[in-house]
């Protein structure tokens, strides 16, 4: 006797027409390869006793909806086979929907059996959902041959889970495998995702902060970078192992966040920064955003390693005075005229947006910065390192109270950044342009003294 004989071929007391199980298995179109082999799986260990309808099974000629009804009130079960959040689904739920108004009069909630990688539509998520895995197939086989299909039935395969649990579980195995494997995934850089819900999504839109509790999650290779062996952690996890070198990206990535929370498209780029795991040049780039059906949402940023392209450093201080000049004379165009010109029109506009104005304190704050770690990176950040280009004691002690000075006109905008105050974010800028030119004036001198000696 072969295997289908033995599940099927038994005989149960008082089987009759009344006592049969009926199922529903709403389905895309595109899906009805999926649907016929899981009516033939089920049907297997079911035999007479279970009847599984189709839409596709209806004759031509016959009403469609009527025959389509007719199933959803005479079912017990109904399974939403849910593939791809891609597709239009509105028919598939309306027959969930339809089917749902029965559970009072006994029927089982909906049942939907979805692709473990996939996030189910929120309308049936309040119902009973299903990732399509060995173990929660097996569970749902287990109840739906064990329990009683309605009142004063009995159920139609109660000895399944004792006499032929390997009939079950192969079945369980199959329909898992019809739903098709989980698509491989290859990512070239080091890749992290954020995913926040509620008050933490309301605390990124309204102050650009990520939630210290926030969910990470990612692979074991990409966490590394930031010494943590795991693949799923919290973002006070990463931050814990950021020093000041390198974790001045934290807070230009959280306003870059903040506008995507909101739909708009920052128009500023995320520092560079030293990975803690491995101390490689890496640049974050917010890849993608989710809005889930559970209220939640996920950032995907990755973490694309940078290649060093500069100029080997030249031996002597004329290329690096004139290196110098020429960052003292970028930040004077790039970052202090530009957001000066800003931040007075907006302290001239009285109904400015709020949110206009914090957009642009941060970018100035992530501007600074970006110039501070280039400055950084060529050993420029040691006093004593600038010091030693100019010969003069009179140039050099200069440079030792700019760089003084420096520390305290930073600190002023940092704060006002803080504060959303434009007042001294103006104030600090002003400073900013004095201490910038005496360095200008100072390396200028020092180029052409060196200029002068050359052949």
Same mark, same amino acid.
């Given at each position: 006797?072969?295997?289908a ?9 008082g089987?009759?027409?009344d ?5 529903f298995v709403s389905h895309k179109?595109?899906d009805?390869k999926?649907a016929k =082999?899981i009516e ?5 260990l079911?035999?007479?006793k279970l009847e599984?309808?189709?839409s596709? +099974?209806i004759?031509?000629g ?5 025959e ?9 079960w109904l ?5 791809d959040p891609t597709?239009?689904?509105?028919w598939?739920?309306y027959e ?6 029965g ?5 089982? #909630?909906?049942?939907?059996l979805?692709s473990?990688?996939v ?5 049936v ?6 990732p399509?895995?060995?173990e ?6 287990n109840?739906l041959y064990?329990?009683p299909?309605?009142k004063g039935?009995?159920?139609i395969?109660p000895?399944?889970l004792?006499r032929?649990r390997?009939h079950l579980i192969?079945?369980?195995e *199959? ?18 995702r954020?995913?926040?819900e509620?008050d933490?999504?309301e605390a990124l839109?309204?102050?650009g902060?990520?939630?210290e509790d926030a969910?990470i ?9 930031f010494n943590l ?8 996890d990463?931050t814990?192992e950021?020093?000041?070198?390198s974790?001045h990206?934290?807070d230009?990535? #959280?306003h870059t966040?903040r506008h995507a929370v909101?739909?708009?498209e920052?128009?500023f780029?995320i520092?560079?920064f030293?990975?803690?795991g ?7 780039v ?6 889930n ?6 950032f995907?940023i990755?973490?694309?390693k940078?290649?060093?392209?500069r100029?080997a450093?030249?031996?002597g201080?004329f ?7 020429r960052?003292a ?7 202090i005229d530009?957001f000066t010109g ?5 302290m001239?506009t009285?109904a400015?947006?709020?949110?206009v104005?914090?957009d642009c304190?941060y970018?100035l704050?992530?501007s600074?910065e970006?110039?501070e ?6 050993g ?9 280009f100019?010969?003069?004691e009179?140039?050099?002690n200069t440079v ?5 000075r420096?520390?305290g006109?930073r600190?002023? =905008?940092m ?8 007042e001294?974010?103006? #104030?600090g800028?002003? *400073?900013?342009?004095?201490?910038n030119?005496?360095?200008m004036?100072?390396? #200028? +001198? ?5 200029l002068s000696?050359m052949?």
């Amino acid at each position: 006797m072969n295997a289908a004989a033995v599940v099927t071929d038994l005989a149960y007391p008082g089987a009759d027409h009344d006592s049969t199980l009926h199922v529903f298995v709403s389905h895309k179109l595109k899906d009805r390869k999926l649907a016929k =082999i899981i009516e033939s799986k089920l049907g297997f260990l079911g035999g007479a006793k279970l009847e599984i309808f189709l839409s596709e +099974k209806i004759e031509f000629g016959n009403d469609w909806d009527d025959e389509v009804h007719a199933a959803l009130e005479r079912s017990d079960w109904l399974f939403l086979l849910y593939t791809d959040p891609t597709a239009e689904w509105d028919w598939c739920l309306y027959e969930t929907g339809y089917f749902s108004a029965g559970i009072k009069a006994g029927k089982h #909630a909906p049942i939907c059996l979805h692709s473990p990688d996939v996030v189910p539509p929120k309308p049936v998520k309040r119902w009973k959902t299903v990732p399509a895995d060995a173990e929660n197939v097996v569970t749902l086989l287990n109840q739906l041959y064990g329990e009683p299909p309605r009142k004063g039935v009995p159920p139609i395969r109660p000895d399944l889970l004792d006499r032929y649990r390997d009939h079950l579980i192969n079945t369980a195995e *199959d329909i898992v495998a019809a739903f098709g494997a989980k698509p491989q995934q290859f990512w070239w850089p080091k890749f992290f995702r954020i995913t926040l819900e509620g008050d933490q999504i309301e605390a990124l839109r309204r102050d650009g902060h990520i939630a210290e509790d926030a969910a990470i999650t990612s692979d074991i290779a990409s966490l590394q970078l930031f010494n943590l062996h795991t693949d799923r952690c919290a973002w006070s996890d990463i931050t814990s192992e950021l020093t000041a070198e390198s974790g001045h990206w934290l807070d230009a990535l #959280a306003h870059t966040l903040r506008h995507a929370v909101q739909k708009k498209e920052p128009n500023f780029s995320i520092p560079r920064f030293y990975a803690p795991g491995n101390r490689q040049l890496y640049r974050p780039v917010v890849y993608r955003l989710d809005c889930n059906s559970n209220d939640t949402v996920c950032f995907k940023i990755l973490l694309v390693k940078v290649t060093d392209t500069r100029r080997a450093p030249h031996v002597g201080d004329f290329w690096n005075v004139s290196e110098l000049l020429r960052m003292a004379q970028d930040f004077r165009w790039d970052v202090i005229d530009e957001f000066t010109g800003e931040v007075r029109r907006l302290m001239l506009t009285s109904a400015a947006d709020p949110a206009v104005l914090s957009d642009c304190l941060y970018r100035l704050k992530t501007s600074v910065e970006r110039v501070e770690l280039d400055a950084m990176q060529r050993g420029y950040q040691v006093k004593e390192n600038v010091k030693n280009f100019f010969e003069s004691e009179e140039d050099r002690n200069t440079v030792d109270a700019i760089n003084d000075r420096w520390r305290g006109v930073r600190e002023k =905008i940092m704060t006002a950044v803080v504060d959303n105050d434009l007042e001294n974010a103006g #104030a600090g800028l002003e *400073d900013m342009r004095q201490l910038n030119k005496e360095f200008m004036r100072v390396c #200028a +001198k020092r180029h052409f003294e060196m200029l002068s000696r050359m052949d």
